[in-house]
């Protein structure tokens, strides 16, 4: 495991074109899983380290800083040598010789993983009431859908799904309008009240005799 803690969560760079050599800060060799001096950076290993869907964008840009010299800067993902996935932004910029000449390019990489994890759990936050107020609702929806029909709640959500895809509606849009259509129909018949008043009133008789 590297000694160096990536406390500062930021690490510099540099890129040396005509060799494609690398050099490291002790933080950016560690946010890779490598304690300092462990590895000698190279193209394959960065290349490498980068998460499998960003691996040929980075390799592209690469390229295309080797053969511009311009900077550049770009967010994609690395995987450690443990194999946690950091979200990075890399900033690139020019390197010049004596002569002024571009010879590379230097710059710092940034981890901004807490950040994404921040932004992942406001989306979560901002969403679950959202959700939990659907759950309650398509249950209610469900449980007016067996209580008519007899069906169980596999059943009535089956139906609840027919329905929203013949009518196009979204399904909770659909169970809203079907809870608050059943104010309007005014409950059940007499007999069905009494058959369920019997039902609630003797529910722990029947669990204590050992009724479904």
Not at 44 to 58: G, M, Q, T
């Amino acid at each position: 495991m590297p000694t160096v803690p990536v406390s500062k969560r930021t690490g510099s760079f540099q890129f040396w074109f005509a060799d494609q050599r690398w050099e490291w800060s002790e933080e950016v060799a560690a946010l890779h899983g490598y304690a300092p001096g462990e590895v000698t950076p190279t193209t394959e290993l960065v290349l490498a380290h980068k998460h499998p869907d960003d691996r040929a964008e980075v390799a592209d840009t690469l390229a295309t800083a080797v053969r511009t010299g311009l900077p550049f800067s770009g967010r994609h993902r690395i995987v450690d040598t443990m194999g946690v996935t950091h979200h990075v932004l890399v900033v690139g910029d020019q390197m010049r010789d004596a002569t002024g000449a571009v010879v590379g390019t230097a710059g710092y990489y940034i981890d901004v993983t807490d950040t994404v994890d921040e932004e992942r759990q406001e989306i979560i936050d901002a969403t679950l009431p959202e959700m939990v107020a659907a759950r309650e609702v398509i249950e209610q929806a469900k449980g007016a859908l067996m209580l008519v029909y007899g069906i169980s709640a596999d059943q009535a959500f089956r139906v609840l799904t027919w329905r929203s895809q013949e009518t196009n509606t979204k399904l909770r849009v659909l169970a809203e309008e079907l809870v608050a259509a059943l104010i309007d129909f005014g409950g059940a018949d007499v007999q069905t009240r009494t058959r369920f008043d019997h039902v609630l009133l003797t529910t722990d008789e029947r669990r204590v005799q050992g009724c479904p």
